[in-house]
């Protein structure tokens, strides 16, 4: 499995934008970035995926470095509920079924 | 569309008991997947179902755990003669379609514990 590392944890104010890295230096060409998050006491959720280019949706936007070995998960504006674990996930055409969770960091949104 | 659902959502057992649990996949959905996670780790692979082929394992799944997806529809994974270790969150998901592009859609889990 390819590798990703994250911070153990991140802190945040409400309304305040975060920025969350993760670097995954032995990313091949062909592997796709997904995020996921969990939130407490339940099931982790999918939040954005991409493979060269920036991506926005509704939930959070991703920043992909133009060599690939690092991305970043950007939440605009943090609110009380985007408090969650936060995972980056490399996803390579050999383990194409499965999501390889790291330990992710560990968002914490003061009000 | 309901999401994904997992029955029970708790489960207490006396080691070396039999246990099952059941996952119902959004509908259409025809992977399904099991994943374990333990308090502070993130979740892992256990196995998966393309429709109602189970077609990888983990290493993780001994002899002692399966899993059947009879109809392509709902899943079920048993544990026999359960051990204190096998005390986990036990998590449901499934997507549409595979591919490194597919989403895939959790359940809230079953939370196992063995006494």
């Known amino acids: 499995d390819a590798k990703t590392t994250q911070p153990n944890s991140m802190e945040s104010n409400e309304e305040e934008p975060v920025h969350l890295p993760c670097n995954h230096s032995?990313?091949?060409?062909?592997?796709?970035i997904h995020w996921y998050r969990q939130l407490p006491s339940q099931g982790p959720e999918y939040v954005i995926h991409?493979?060269?280019s920036n991506v926005n949706n509704r939930m959070a936007s991703l920043a992909i470095a133009e060599d690939r070995k690092s991305s970043t998960l950007i939440l605009h504006r943090a609110t009380l509920r985007d408090a969650a674990v936060y995972y980056c996930?490399?996803?390579?055409?050999?383990?194409?079924?499965?999501?390889?969770f790291g330990a992710g960091t560990t968002v914490t949104v003061r009000a | 569309d309901t999401g994904v659902s997992q029955d029970p959502r708790h489960k207490i057992t006396k080691r070396g008991q039999n246990v099952t649990f059941r996952c119902d996949p959004i509908?259409?959905?025809?992977?399904l997947y099991w994943y374990r996670q333990t308090l502070g780790q993130g979740p892992e692979f256990l196995t998966y179902?393309?429709?109602?082929?189970?077609?990888?394992k983990s290493r993780l799944l001994s002899d002692r755990f399966s899993a059947e997806r009879p109809k392509g529809s709902f899943s079920t994974l048993e544990i026999q003669r359960t051990e204190q270790g096998d005390s986990a969150m036990y998590l449901c998901?499934?997507?549409?379609?595979?591919?490194?592009?597919?989403?895939?859609?959790f359940g809230p889990g079953t939370r196992l514990t063995v006494t």
């Open positions: 998901a499934s997507s549409l379609t595979g591919g490194l592009a597919s989403q895939q859609y």
């Open positions: 032995t990313i091949s060409g062909t592997d796709y």
């Open positions: 991409g493979l060269t």
């Open positions: 996930i490399l996803r390579d055409v050999v383990d194409d079924y499965k999501l390889s």
């Open positions: 509908s259409e959905h025809n992977r």
């Open positions: 179902f393309q429709n109602e082929a189970q077609l990888e």
